[in-house]
């Protein structure tokens, strides 16, 4: 993404969206205009890219870029300006992490880490071997109920890769176990289990090639999602505002990035003997 010099079709979308929302078909014609020849289809089908993302949202003909997506940017540069005047890096991008190099975010809510999360996971997915397996472990998988749109479009993306996935929850409530109807895909795999993990009930963990995205979610929002999954049998509207409730409290979400190989291979390791997955030699 390039907003200084927008170029491409979802570059022009975000900068002419900054200052306000509008008709789809203004959208159109402005872009035709900055960048001639470009097609109501590619436009279209951008928009509905960045809409599963969650960067847009549409609503009667028009569009503006998402509230949930801008407070999770402005939490982002602010952490990378913070970073960049201390020196503790020189640069705000995760990819140029060298070998044992990690950065770290502060969230106010899990709704905006994930939102973050979201950008974060997919461009590491997209820079990985599509042979090598996208390992995650989650306390609850609560993203597939509340931002279901968001996290069955991240799989089928990894999907259409022809990789394999993994999801590990570390409980397993009703709530948890029904979570598997949505992984339908051949190379994607679902597992519960009778106790977390982790000791830490509010630890998320992703393995992508080398990288680990490490997520600790407020404790005492972790502790009400515990409880939420005891409670819940089945999931229907009023389970899905109440969880949403607890998803968007304030709190203290770190969220880490590191670049480390045998940190990476040691959680693949301890995470995947619950799956069948590709050997070393198969790669």
């Known amino acids: 993404m390039n907003i200084i010099k927008p170029s491409s079709i979802e570059d022009l979308i975000i900068m002419l969206l900054q200052k306000s929302s509008m008709p789809i078909v203004k959208l159109i014609e402005a872009i035709d205009k900055e960048r001639s020849g470009t097609t109501k289809q590619g436009v279209y089908n951008m928009i509905r890219k960045l809409k599963r993302q969650e960067i847009v949202v549409v609503h009667n003909k028009s569009i503006s870029l998402s509230g949930v997506w801008l407070s999770a940017m402005e939490e982002f540069f602010a952490q990378a300006r913070n970073i960049t005047k201390s020196g503790r890096m020189s640069s705000d991008s995760f990819l140029n992490l060298a070998q044992g190099e990690k950065i770290q975010y502060y969230f106010r809510d899990p709704i905006l880490t994930d939102a973050f999360w979201s950008h974060i996971f997919i461009t590491l997915v997209d820079v990985s071997a599509p042979k090598t397996p996208v390992l995650i472990y989650n306390p609850h998988e609560w993203f597939l109920l509340v931002r279901t749109d968001n996290e069955v479009d991240l799989f089928k993306r990894i999907h259409n890769r022809g990789q394999q996935l993994a999801v590990l929850a570390g409980n397993a409530t009703a709530l948890d176990k029904s979570a598997r109807s949505f992984l339908k895909d051949s190379n994607a795999m679902y597992e519960t289990l009778a106790k977390p993990l982790f000791p ?44 949403e409730q607890i998803l968007m ?19 693949r390791k301890k995470i995947g003997k619950y799956f069948f997955l590709h050997r070393e030699s198969d790669k």
């Open 249 to 267: 409290q304030k709190g203290r979400n770190r969220f880490s990035i590191t670049h480390n190989k045998r940190k990476a291979d040691a959680l």
């Open 200 to 243: 830490k009930n509010n630890y998320y963990v992703n393995i992508i090639a080398d990288f680990v995205i490490e997520v600790w979610i407020d404790q005492k929002i972790s502790i009400q999602l515990d409880e939420f999954y005891k409670q819940s049998k089945v999931f229907n509207d009023a389970d899905k505002q109440r969880l």
